[in-house]
């Protein structure tokens, strides 16, 4: 459920950021729509928001979705789609995966249209390390 997974993502994401871990993180939130981060071993942390290249139908992000994300600093996706084929966002520093968190709550909530009790998928896949 959305409340459960965002109640526990900052310790999940704080976990690996303390521990020098690559990972990433993904949650699907049904469809082909997904809220991804990728924390790095060098304590980098960036948030995805799945863009409209990745969706269909229903599930395509209004106009009003896209300001959304841009009003809350998420940075468009690249037009090449070449690093950034969603819209992004990034920080470099132990508070950034916490502001990382209320972005994806965010997301859930005001793109995405989900409630608390609405059923998503939190997935950890480790990258290993680029050192």
Known sequence: MVNSV???LPEVLMARYV???R???IIEAGGNRYVQFLVTEDQHVVIECVSNRFLEGEDLLTLD???TLLSAG????EPDHEP???WWWHADNQA???EA???AALVLRDVFKLSGASRVDLIERPLGSRR
């Open 84 to 86: 950034h084929p969603n």
């Open 96 to 98: 950034g995966i916490m």
């Open 23 to 25: 990972v990433a993180c």
């Open 74 to 77: 998420f940075a468009p996706p």
């Open 101 to 103: 968190c209320v972005l």
């Open 19 to 21: 521990a020098d871990e």
């Open 6 to 8: 965002v109640g526990n």
């Open 65 to 67: 979705d896209e300001l």
